[in-house]
C-alpha cells in the first residue's frame, strides 16, 4: 500500500506523511513540483530520523506517476469524495492519492482515479490537515487488509 501526495505545498506536512509511512511500513509518492525545495529542513525536522525508514518516490509530474501505478488501484481522497473511506473496501496493492493543501487535484487528475472517498467530517468545517486525512485512511485502508504493523507481546 502507498500514499501518494499531489503537488504537496507543506514541508511539514510531507515530513509528517513519511513519518506515518516509515511507521505503518507504507511507501510515499511525492508528485512534483512541490511548493518547497525537496532539501528544506522542516521536511526532515518533520520527520526526524524516520526519513531513513520509508520508500519515498519523486515523481515529474501527475503522468510519470500514473505510469508506476500498474494494476494498483488510485484512490482519490477529497470533501468531494462520493462515498466514507469507512464504507469502502480496501486492497493491499491501493494507492491512496491526496491533492495539494489549497487546491485538491484538478478535474482532470480526479477523473482518472477508481474511486473518490471522504473522511466523514462535522458539516461547519471544511477540511483536516493533510497529514491528519492520510493518517486517519491509511490506517483505515491497512486496518482492512490485515496490513497494519504486529503489536509486539508483552
Known amino acids: 500500500m502507498r500514499v501518494a501526495l499531489y503537488e504537496p505545498e507543506i514541508a511539514g ?3 509528517a506523511v513519511l513519518r506515518l509511512g516509515a511507521c505503518l511500513g507504507a511507501g510515499v509518492d511525492l508528485i512534483e513540483p512541490m ?3 525537496w ?3 522542516r521536511v526532515r525536522r518533520t520527520a ?3 526519513i531513513d525508514h520509508v520508500s519515498v518516490t519523486r515523481h515529474a509530474g501527475f503522468a510519470a506517476f500514473r505510469e508506476t501505478l500498474g494494476a494498483s488501484r488510485l484512490l482519490l481522497f477529497t470533501t468531494k469524495g462520493a462515498s466514507s473511506a469507512y464504507n469502502f473496501a480496501f486492497r493491499p496493492d491501493d494507492v491512496l492519492l ?3 493543501e489549497s487546491a485538491g487535484v484538478p478535474p482532470e487528475v480526479a477523473a482518472l482515479a477508481d474511486a473518490r472517498l471522504l473522511l466523514p467530517i462535522r458539516a461547519e468545517v471544511r477540511s483536516m490537515n493533510l497529514a491528519t486525512a492520510a493518517a486517519l485512511a491509511l490506517g483505515e485502508a491497512m486496518r482492512q487488509t490485515t496490513l497494519l ?3 509486539p507481546a508483552p
Open 39 to 41: 532539501d528544506d529542513r
Open 35 to 37: 511548493g518547497f525545495a
Open 98 to 100: 491526496f491533492g495539494k
Open 149 to 151: 504493523p504486529e503489536v
Open 13 to 15: 506536512n510531507v515530513g
Open 48 to 50: 526526524m530520523d524516520y
